[in-house]
């Protein structure tokens, strides 16, 4: 879906060092979301953006930081103090309050070692 | 808070046979109950999804029933084919957040 980009695909960073994963959506959607996905798991709310210049945590969002100065952009800040920073992480858009789907970025794996 | 339950973990079924995905939710505000499938290395995608003024809908092979009172809402797939072994994954929204919360998900396969 070209509709939202996230890069790189693949991350490799060193304990202790902030990464920033980048997502980039030309659907004009209001709201975009951060999901974390570990094996064998679904996904968890990291944070989400309902419009520029406001956003919520969601159920994990310690470790993390987001912005949101333009429509098209919400890139999330992994930081050192994220204990399990290691994960495959996707960014999804959706129009705002109208109970739209989801639609997801390719994700980012991120490998912190 | 929101939470949303997803059973079964792991479901195997016969190719041709029927399969069934069970989801509850905690919240009674949650109002829009959308389906993903995720194939390996791949993202999630939307398959169908239910409002609460809809007790069941269908495409294709695929239904979503709801049960507003119950909380629950499940996932039909009839005549399955090979294709459709992948992750599944429930999940509920807020329209007053739009906050979107995911099941654990369920892992599909088809045996020949």
Redesign the interface.
Known sequence: ?GGITQSPKYLFRKEGQNVTLSCEQNLNH??M?W?RQDP??????IY?S?IVNDF?K??IAEGYSVSREKKESFPLTVTSAQKNPTAFY?CAS?D????S??H????TRLTVT | ?ENVE?HPSTLSVQEGDSAVIKCTYSDSAS??F?W?KQELG?????II?I?SNVGEKKDQRIAVTLNKTAKHFSLHITETQPEDSAVY?CAA?Y?S?????????TRLSIRP
Not at chain 1, 40 to 45: F, I, N, S, V
Not at chain 2, 42 to 46: A, D, E, F, H, S
């Open positions: 879906d209001d709201a979301y999901y064998g798991q679904g996904l968890r709310l989400y309902q919520q969601g159920d996707l959706s705002r309050g109208n109970n789907p989801l997801f970025g390719n994700g | 808070g997803q109002n829009y959308p993903y791949k993202r999630p995608q939307l999804d409002r994954f929204s329209s957040a739009s906050k979107i919360i995911f099941g654990s998900g």
